[in-house]
């Protein structure tokens, strides 16, 4: 980190430069490369856009992709921007910037920047974000860089101009799990959030369901049918090593990692039945949560720790339900409806989305918790898996489109709407990893 | 006396000389015997012999009921339905004869909703089965009930004809999984 323009920002590139040490360590011990990328598709836009423009940075064409290119796609597709066409400018981050132009195409925001080559075939990325109508800098960076790591620099320019003008994390440097079933062949694969890098994790003859990041986001645990039956497993991604950390008699499955990464919940049929269990995170001291003659599964933690939201069958027909993590009293949170399953609470806590079978029709559907409002945010009939970004902001899910597993993406506000797929496969069972710093 | 000899070596020769003509001759009757049923060449077959079959392993007999593998449930219940309990019996008997033998059941469901909660249902499935065969007389650690969910379908129409199929349980001994 050679060049710091605001001094606060400092802490943030050394986390930017260790985090991209950690990154090129996991790609490069990952398993075998998925020949498959996600394409996304923006189905509806939001609201409220922020008009933005993003030049195209100097000397950017030394790097695959183009950086500017990559932070505005990341800013369009988050659906809260509108980008704007600048075309071939003589900006950069060096330049003095006559605003009048910008502000007569309405533009909110601006972007310059520029790549220099700093030898050892590194380069520095050096940007600065201003605010058009004030004509004032909003904040700027540097990075220093290898060609690989073009990408993910864009993605963390974006995610800096995101959270400046909306004030709320970005969260274009996560990454995403999901399973594809190619012929008889099943996947487990990590993204970028926008789909680009996509790589196997795991490949078997057998099903893979149920991904869950740990908070860390260096594992994932899963359920794999490769001895026949349900087993779960934690999967470290950067060694590639996997352990069984639930293989009990019976079926074992629906893996919930606990905020502080210590704990998994998970559904052992051991005893009879579907029942909730909670274990330590390497699958020892497996302890029973709750006791009931009904169907209890897809525990899902809270965010604070402190409880876990299932589904149960014991009131006749499947709905979501509470317990505090320590056990005790269970509450009832979906009346309305004879099928309310997939609990996954919002990062702050304050939102529930779930999937709702509505005449035939399952819908990814958020309840406020506060005033326990429900409303079905989607237009599509078969949601399963909701995942929700880790700023909340989004929500990814699994639906199908001419009997096709698909993977796609809604606003919590049901505005933006996103299609994710991968040519000549199924794709679902998504779940979105954690901010990584 | 040595005239009685003289004529019962006479005899046997007689009766060896048919005998070894007759094995030749008869050779499929003889293929059709289970090997060791059947005496030492050179049996008389004028003793009258009953054909004794020794019993194949009655799982790969495809005429005996535990030919019969798959139970299947209407949608959303785990309860079995009169036509299967036959069948069941039969496997539980098996099952209780044979207490060294293990059984792992596979419950499966059809592929509307929640993937978990399916394999939920098909785990209510494989334990109901499991339940069956054990009130019939099969030992309790015999068996192994688990669930593939709706992961595993042996129909992939979205069809009712076809998501009927994949309510099902699934009978499968050691060594057949």
């Not at chain 1, 490769?226 to 352990?243: D, I, T, W």
């Amino acid at each position: 980190m050679e060049l710091t323009y605001n001094r606060p920002f400092f802490s943030a590139c050394r986390t930017v430069e260790r985090l991209f040490r950690i990154l090129a360590i996991c790609l490069a011990l990952l398993a075998t490369a998925a020949h498959a990328q996600l394409t996304i598709e923006i189905t509806g836009a939001g609201g409220n856009q922020i008009p933005v423009a993003v030049v195209p940075f100097a000397g950017e064409s030394a790097l695959t992709p183009a950086i500017s290119d990559v932070i505005e796609a990341d800013l369009a597709r988050s659906g809260r921007f509108r980008t704007l066409y600048t075309g071939p400018q003589n900006l950069s981050d060096t330049s003095t910037v006559d605003f009048a132009p910008w502000r007569g195409k309405n533009a909110d925001a601006l972007v310059v920047g520029g790549v220099y080559p700093v030898g050892g075939g590194r380069f520095e990325a050096r940007f600065r974000l201003y605010d058009v109508p004030k004509q004032a800098q909003l904040g700027a960076l540097a990075f220093t860089l290898t060609v690989q790591q073009a990408r993910a620099t864009a993605h963390r320019i974006a995610d800096f101009v995101y959270e400046k003008l909306t004030g709320e994390r970005g969260v274009f440097s996560t990454r995403i799990a999901y399973v594809v079933k190619n012929g008889a062949r099943y996947q487990l694969q990590i993204a970028d959030a926008d789909g680009a890098n996509a790589q196997a994790a795991l490949s078997s003859l057998e099903p893979i369901i149920s991904p869950a990041w740990s908070p860390d986001g260096s594992r994932l645990a899963y359920v794999s049918f490769e001895n026949k039956k349900p087993v779960v497993y934690v999967h470290s991604l950067a060694s590639g090593k996997r352990q069984a950390v639930a293989n009990f008699r019976g079926s074992n499955s629906a893996p919930a990692w606990s905020p502080d990464g210590r704990s998994l919940a998970v559904v052992l049929s051991r005893e009879g039945g579907s029942q909730l269990f909670l274990m330590n995170a390497d699958g020892s001291g497996a302890r029973r949560l709750l006791s009931s003659s009904a169907i209890d599964t897809e525990p899902f933690y809270a965010p604070d720790g402190q409880s876990i939201y299932f589904t149960s069958d014991r009131g006749g027909s499947p709905q979501i339900y509470r317990v505090a993590a320590a056990g005790g009293p269970v509450e009832r949170l979906t009346f309305d409806g004879s099928y309310n399953v997939t609990p996954r609470p919002s990062p702050d806590g304050k939102y529930l989305a779930f999937v709702r079978r509505d005449g035939g029709r399952f819908q990814v559907s958020v309840m406020d918790l506060a005033s326990r409002q429900v409303r079905a945010l989607t237009d599509t009939g078969r949601d399963e898996s909701p995942s929700f970004a880790p700023n909340g902001r989004m929500i990814l899910y699994a639906t199908q489109v001419s009997s096709r597993g698909v993977l796609a993406a809604v606003s919590s506000d049901g505005g933006v709407k996103q299609r994710l797929s991968v040519p000549a496969g199924d794709v679902r069972e998504p779940a979105w990893g954690p901010f990584l710093n | 006396m040595r005239r009685a000899l003289l004529g019962l070596m006479a005899a046997a020769l007689v009766a060896g000389c048919a005998s070894t003509g007759t094995e030749e001759g008869s050779g499929v009757a003889v293929e059709d015997r289970k090997p060791g049923a059947g005496g030492a060449a050179g049996s008389a077959t004028s003793v009258p012999i009953g054909t004794t079959t020794i019993p194949g392993d009655p799982l790969k007999d495809p005429a005996s009921p535990l030919a019969k593998r798959s139970v299947y449930f209407d949608f959303d219940r785990d309860d079995i339905k009169p036509e299967f309990r036959p069948m069941l019996e039969a496997h539980a008997r098996y099952l209780s004869s044979t207490p060294n033998q293990k059984m792992l059941i596979q419950g499966n469901a059809d592929e509307r909703g929640s993937r978990e909660y399916n394999l939920a249902l098909g785990q209510r499935r494989a334990d109901a089965v499991k339940r069956t065969l054990v009130l019939m007389g099969a030992r309790e650690a015999q068996i192994e009930p688990v669930s593939l969910g709706e992961e595993k379908p042996r129909c992939t129409e979205q069809t009712e004809d076809c998501w009927a199929q994949n309510r099902r349980g699934d009978l499968f001994y050691s060594g057949e999984f």
